[in-house]
Structures are given as structure tokens and as C-alpha cells.
């Protein structure tokens, strides 16, 4: 595979990202096939969707509202052709990565706006993608007047329900899997009855009630329990193994457990994931690796070494081959494919390049090795 232009006219980021594929021990077999990283390619050998299994789901999120609002660059998803073009290219499944949330969708308490959800799930459904829903019960980025509203007990219920029969019944059997509830406990697996306006408004039970109403509106879609910190047997994880055994006892229609693995280099890769999402296997739910990214701390250049880069690839592999050896985890997430959209340098000062594709989509090691993990697969 050749470079789309010679190297010498590349970014120093995308060289130094190819100088860096060139001698991976631990991507050997692609190094050597693709000694370079080039800027696109349309191989359809070089497509993770591709090199997927049958049955297997490799997604990413879409950039959009959040964070992208306050940069100084248009919508990503409406406004950048080429990244619509790897979008469209290389996932068989896209998250909306902020424009299904209460914030974006249901701005004021009678209005809904679903022009942009509407723009991905039409652009999904044109590429033969899947999509997973996020999300409709959480504790952050809902609007000010939910948040400072002052409604009783009864019309805060009455909201959830409306918008949750409204958002889930739209896009009834065009979602594959919804994140019906994220991130409700803290680290120390201890429910958010304080950050979460639903549970310290309604209690734990208004969880419940979530996933109900999510089902009546689409008996088909995938419901899920979604978190940050849960990759490891922990707490966390405890906390919702416990809970998810509780629901399911009670005849909840809740269908999933996924991990978010936003993991950082700065600490050890979390290997006992594949366990982890085997003890949710085996209750009979669904897994899923939803918002995978690996960020690192930037050198004073700004662009990662060599040895960054391969452990950022070995992070990504390992996730990606934690997922693929548990049945029933059919579905691999990252969050974002470019560095040039990344939430992470706006919330982490210092740290980036977290994503497999540089700002200008060269790819990065951790790209090939996505890539080679799912030919093997
Ligand atoms: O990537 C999202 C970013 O654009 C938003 O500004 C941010 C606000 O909280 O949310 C980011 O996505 C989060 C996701 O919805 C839930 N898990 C953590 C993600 C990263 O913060």
C-alpha cells in the first residue's frame, strides 16, 4: 500500500506515526504489509467494517454538539466531506456522540429538536450502519430548564416518560441498542442520588421505570446499562452486576452492560475486561465496548513518541480482542476516529492524540491494529 502522496509532503505527525508503524513488534504482520501511513485509503481490505466478522459491530461516535460547539470549526458531521467519507467507510455502527442527548434533542420542555439525530440515523441507514442511542437518563449535559426547573414529583416523572416515549418511539426499530441509563454510580458503585435528577428526584426505582418505557416504545432495541471506570471487576462493576441480577429477576427488559473504556496510558491496561464482560455474559446479557479512546501525555512537540504510540496500539488491540472473545459482545465503539475531533485535549490540558486516526486521518498504529485484530478474528 502506497502512501496517497509521498511522504515527504505529509504532516511531521503523520511521519512520525508512519516511522512508528514501520517497526511495531506487536503489529508485526501489518507493519510489514502496510509499511506507511497513508491518508485514505478505499481499499476495502484496509476497512475495519470490512474485516469484521459477520455479526460483529465496529462503530464509532459521531462528532457533533458537546464540545464541537464551542470549537472554531463547523459541524464535523454536516460540514466535513472527507470525514463523512471514513465515516460512511469504515463502521458498520455510529453512536451520536452528543446529538441524541436531553440537551440537543429536547431543548425546551415542549419542543424537540431532531434535526440532527434524524441527519445520522438517514446517513446510517444509507451506509447499512447500526446505531446505538445515547442517551436518556443520565446526570449531565441535560438543559437549564429541566435542571433548574421546579416541577413536582409527578410532572418530573411525566417528563421522563414523554421524552422517552417520544425520543426511543421515533426511532423505533432503526436503533439497534440504547444507552437507557449512564453512568448512575460513582466510583465507589454507589448510585449518583445526588447528581442524578431522576434518582434524587424520583429515587432508584425511576431506573427501572426508564427501561420499561424504553421498551414499550421499541420492543426491538437493545437496552443498556453504560459506563466510564467499569472495564475492571470493581466497585463500579459490582454495583451494577448486583443491580442488573436484581432487575432481571423482576422481569426488567434490560438487555446490556457496556463498558466505555476511556483509558489513558498513564495507567496499566485494564486486562481483566474480557472477565468482567464474561460475568455480564453470563446472566445473558448483551456486552459492548461503547466509547473506547486511549489518551496520552503530549511530549512538549505535541507529537506522541514511538513508544506511546505502540502502547496506545497494544490498549487498542486489547480491548478490541477482550470484546471478540466474549460471545455476546458484538459491538466495538471508539469514540471518534480522528484526533481532529477528540473531546480529550478540551477536557484533559496536556493530553491528546487519544484517538487511531492523526488530525489530517493519517492512521496510526492503533488504526492497523484494529485493523489486523479483526482480519484475525
Ligand atoms: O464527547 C462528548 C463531548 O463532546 C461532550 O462535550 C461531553 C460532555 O460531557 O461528553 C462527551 O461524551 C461523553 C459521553 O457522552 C459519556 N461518556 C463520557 C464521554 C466523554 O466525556
Redesign the pocket.
Known amino acids: 500500500m502506497r502512501p496517497a502522496r509521498p511522504i515527504r509532503s505529509l504532516r511531521f505527525t503523520t511521519v512520525a506515526l508512519a516511522t512508528a508503524a514501520l517497526t511495531l513488534p506487536l503489529l508485526s504482520g501489518v507493519a510489514t504489509a502496510e509499511p506507511s501511513v497513508e491518508r485514505h485509503s478505499n481499499a476495502k481490505h484496509d476497512r475495519l467494517r470490512v474485516a469484521a466478522p459477520d455479526g460483529f459491530f465496529v462503530g464509532t ?1 459521531v462528532a457533533g ?4 460547539l464551542e470549537q472554531d470549526y463547523p459541524d464535523p458531521f454536516t460540514h466535513d466531506k472527507k470525514y463523512r467519507k471514513i465515516l460512511g467507510q469504515q463502521f458498520n455502527s455510529v453512536s451520536p ?2 446529538q441524541m ?1 436531553w440537551e440537543a434533542i429536547h431543548p425546551e420542555r415542549d419542543r424537540y429538536d431532531f434535526a440532527a439525530a434524524d441527519a445520522i440515523v438517514d446517513f446510517a441507514e444509507r451506509h447499512r450502519q447500526v446505531v446505538r442511542g ?2 436518556l437518563l443520565w446526570h ?2 441535560n438543559p437549564a430548564w429541566l435542571e433548574q426547573g421546579d416541577f413536582s414529583k409527578d410532572e418530573l416523572r411525566a417528563i421522563l416518560r414523554d421524552h422517552i416515549t417520544t425520543v426511543v418511539g421515533r426511532y423505533a426499530g432503526r436503533i439497534q441498542q440504547w444507552d437507557v441509563a ?2 448512575i454510580f460513582d466510583g465507589e458503585g454507589k448510585l449518583r442520588t445526588q447528581e442524578n435528577i431522576w434518582i434524587r428526584e424520583l429515587g432508584p426505582d425511576i431506573v427501572t421505570d426508564a427501561f420499561r418505557w424504553a421498551h414499550e416504545a421499541d420492543p426491538e432495541a437493545q437496552l443498556f446499562f453504560n459506563d ?1 471506570g467499569v472495564e475492571s471487576v470493581n466497585a463500579k462493576s459490582d454495583a451494577y452486576l448486583a443491580l442488573v441480577k436484581d432487575l432481571l429477576a423482576q422481569g426488567v427488559p434490560v438487555h446490556g452492560f457496556s463498558a ?1 473504556a ?1 483509558l489513558s496510558t498513564r495507567y496499566g491496561f485494564p486486562g481483566d475486561l474480557e472477565q468482567n464482560l464474561r460475568r455480564f455474559g453470563a446472566l445473558g446479557l448483551e456486552t459492548a465496548v461503547t ?1 473506547l479512546d486511549v489518551r496520552m501525555d503530549l511530549p512538549e512537540s505535541g507529537v506522541p513518541t514511538r513508544a506511546q504510540l505502540t502502547q496506545q496500539a497494544d490498549y487498542y488491540q486489547r480491548a478490541l480482542s477482550a470484546c471478540l472473545a466474549v460471545d455476546g459482545c458484538n459491538s466495538f465503539t471508539i ?1 471518534g476516529f480522528t484526533d481532529k475531533y477528540s ?1 480529550v485535549p478540551v ?1 484533559f490540558e496536556g493530553e491528546g492524540s487519544a484517538t487511531v486516526m492523526t488530525e489530517d486521518f493519517g492512521r496510526k498504529p492503533a488504526f492497523h491494529a484494529l485493523l489486523s485484530t479483526l482480519k484475525r478474528a
Open positions: 461516535a454538539g458537546g464540545h464541537h456522540e452528543n442527548k445515547h442517551t449531565s449535559q449512564n453512568e466510564y466505555q476511556h466509547e469514540w473531546w477536557f
